[in-house]
């Protein structure tokens, strides 16, 4: 266990060292901090969170429906009741199988989680702050949601495995 503690830690003191010595870094990998605010190289620089929060950046960016832009409130009660499904899934799929085939509604759900996660991420660090309509969301979240759970629902159903007995 100490092993692995002191490999952490030492990726974790590693890694941004390296990354300060290479120049031309983006800001949002960047181990420096941003210019100070007021300063000429401030008015150049666009502000960025760090890059594990950059798809909130990005879901706050979206528009409802109806045309009005997203409050903050709204993004964070949206993400806390997807985080308390993630945190309940287990008490809603409680089958007895355990391969993921045979799990597909969950199994789609998470995938499309995760994929949506990183297309924010990506889609935040390369407009920000520019305001998204519910036809660019549908776009950019919906297509690729829609083609995995085509790919899942083409996958078949693992089989149960007889167990055989020898009297």
Do not use: C
């Not at 120049?23 to 760090?50: D, K, R």
């Not at 945190?87 to 199988?97: A, H, Q, R």
Request: hydrophobic content about 55%; aromatic content about 14%.
């Amino acid at each position: 266990m100490l092993s692995i503690v002191l490999m952490t830690w030492g990726i974790i003191l590693f890694v941004p060292d390296l990354l300060a010595n290479i120049n031309g870094l983006p800001i949002v990998i960047n181990p420096y901090p941003a210019p100070e605010p007021g300063t000429a190289a401030a008015l150049s620089t666009q502000p960025y969170p760090p890059w594990f929060f950059l798809f909130l950046y990005k879901f706050v960016d979206f528009e409802l429906p109806n045309g009005q832009a997203m409050s903050p409130a709204q993004a964070l009660s949206i993400l806390t009741v997807l985080l308390l499904v993630i945190i309940l899934m287990p008490f809603f799929e409680n089958s007895e199988y355990m391969f993921l085939r045979n799990r597909k509604f969950w199994t789609w759900i998470m995938t499309v989680a995760w994929v949506s996660l990183i297309e924010l991420s990506v889609w935040g660090y390369l407009a920000p702050g520019v305001p998204a309509p519910t036809s660019q969301q549908i776009e950019i979240l919906g297509i690729p949601a829609v083609i995995i759970g085509i790919v899942i629902l083409a996958t078949g159903r693992q089989k149960k495995h007889k167990v055989l007995t020898f009297s």
